[in-house]
Nanobody, 116 residues
């Protein structure tokens, strides 16, 4: 079992920045990939960004160049720096962990609202 706690969500004007953080606990030695997903109203949950233990990143095309994912393996944390925010970034953002056994664990979600 892996427990995930997100923080950093909130309200921001378009063009502003927010930084989301996620702390993992529990069976931390099984953690492989860490990432962020989001779910906007009326839409399915979608991948935002992932990062491997070796630091290889993957981004959704819609956020590439504006969002940056990073992780601290020693602290078992993953962060998402979101710059140049647009209104379409409004969603609940979920921290995700994939273990070496290909199991997925999710945080409770942190809402982000971008005002136009």
């Amino acid at each position: 079992q892996v427990q995930l706690v997100e923080s950093g969500g909130g309200l921001m004007q378009a063009g502003g920045s927010l930084r989301l953080s996620c702390a993992a606990s529990g069976s931390i030695f099984s953690i492989d990939v860490m990432g962020w997903y989001r779910q906007a109203p009326g839409k399915q949950r979608e991948l935002v960004a992932t990062i491997t233990t070796g630091g290889i990143t993957n981004y959704a095309d819609s956020v590439k160049g504006r969002f940056t994912i990073s992780r601290d393996n020693a602290k078992n944390t993953v962060s998402l720096q979101m710059n140049s925010l647009k209104s379409d970034a409004t969603a609940v953002y979920y921290c995700n962990v994939k273990t070496t056994g290909w199991h997925h664990y999710w945080g409770q979600g942190t809402p982000v609202t971008v005002s136009s």
